[in-house]
Nanobody, 121 residues
């Protein structure tokens, strides 16, 4: 069994910062990629940021220059540092990871339950 557990969500004022964490645990052989999705009320879920095992990083245009994704391989953990937060960033943020559980398999996606980020004055 593989589990992803997120932390770090909460209420923050516009212009403030939050740091989200997602730790993977369980029967893990390798983690090929980890990323963050978000879904705001009335909107489709979108990929915010992703980082691969090789260090390749992509962001959605609306967060470029404000958000930074990183990972700690020793801890099987991915982080999302969010600066200059705007009300439009309010959403449920969910961690996603593409994980192989044994040598030779192709891996599959796993999801965390999500953490709420609210940006409001």
């Amino acid at each position: 069994q593989v589990q992803l557990v997120e932390s770090g969500g909460g209420l923050v004022q516009p212009g403030g910062s939050l740091r989200l964490s997602c730790a993977a645990s369980g029967s893990i052989f390798s983690i090929n990629a980890m990323g963050w999705y978000r879904q705001a009320p009335g909107k489709e879920r979108e990929l915010v940021a992703v980082i691969t095992s090789g260090g390749s990083i992509n962001y959605v245009d609306s967060v470029k220059g404000r958000f930074t994704i990183s990972r700690d391989n020793a801890k099987n953990t991915v982080y999302l540092q969010m600066n200059s937060l705007e009300p439009e960033d309010t959403a449920v943020y969910a961690c996603n990871a593409y994980i192989s559980v044994r040598v030779g398999d192709y891996g599959m996606n796993y999801w965390g339950k999500g953490t709420l980020v609210t940006v409001s004055s």
